[in-house]
T-cell receptor, first 113, second 115 residues
Framework: DQQVKQNSPSLSVQEGRISILNCDYT??????FLWYKKYPAEGPTFLIS?????DKNEDGRFTVFLNKSAKHLSLHIVPSQPGDSAVYFC????????????FGTGTRLTVIP | ETGVTQSPTHLIKTRGQQVTLRCSSQ?????VSWYQQALGQGPQFIFQ???????GRGNFPPRFSGLQFPNYSSELNVNALELDDSALYLC??????????????FGEGSRLTVL
């Protein structure tokens, strides 16, 4: 049973434009959400996170939005750069700091120069 | 500061064999978690070790076992390998398991192929 879902396996965006990656979850007990980026032949690297007490968290070009009522979060990348091309995983946990993260299946982002 | 390192990077086993994967945690980290990433899927939590004891386990059978050593390095052992065990196995380390941001530091993974 997939508790974290990323329904778009891939996304292509022109350089300089906005990339929006979406994620849905089913477990209302999740209260901490993270995005990881993965390049080929590398492990996932942490990108940005958000606690359920917030609805937005921003870090440079990256912003994560959380809509608890819809059990939906999104990652916005503005402006998109070719180096952003990677697989992005959404993850959730049931308590802040818990290490048993539930991951989505990932979205492959391609930023076209 | 050294990152998380895993060995071996690739290996091939046959069904029924046993395998041991190794992980060295990032310096200063005392918690290690193991994840299995099957092709086309996201990482799935296997288990976590803290202070050399298993502290949380995902939906994996007992033939998946692990160890954490005093220097916080870790092993993942899988017995009686099955074809479905073919996957990328990721080790992740972090500091104390509560009160942090939940950020995990992953290694590059060990790709296991079971024939």
């Amino acid at each position: 049973d997939q508790q974290v879902k990323q329904n778009s396996p891939s996304l292509s965006v022109q350089e300089g434009r906005i990339s929006i990656l979406n994620c849905d979850y089913t477990n209302s007990m999740f209260d901490y959400f993270l995005w990881y980026k993965k390049y080929p032949a590398e492990g996932p690297t942490f990108l940005i996170s958000i606690s359920s007490i917030k609805d937005k968290n921003e870090d440079g070009r990256f912003t994560v939005f959380l809509n608890k009522s819809a059990k939906h979060l999104s990652l916005h990348i503005v402006p998109s750069q070719p180096g952003d091309s990677a697989v992005y995983f959404c993850a959730a946990s049931g308590q802040t700091g818990a290490n048993n993260l539930f991951f989505g299946t990932g979205t492959r982002l391609t930023v076209i120069p | 500061e050294t990152g998380v390192t895993q060995s071996p990077t690739h290996l091939i086993k046959t069904r029924g064999q046993q395998v041991t994967l190794r992980c060295s945690s990032q310096s200063g980290h005392n918690t290690v978690s193991w994840y299995q990433q099957a092709l086309g899927q996201g990482p799935q939590f296997i288990f976590q070790y803290y202070r050399e004891e298993e502290n949380g386990r995902g939906n994996f059978p007992p033939r998946f076992s692990g160890l954490q050593f005093p220097n916080y390095s870790s092993e993942l052992n899988v017995n009686a390998l099955e074809l479905d065990d073919s996957a990328l196995y990721l080790c992740a380390s972090s500091r104390i398991r509560t009160g942090n941001t939940g950020e995990l530091f992953f290694g590059e993974g060990s790709r296991l192929t079971v024939l």
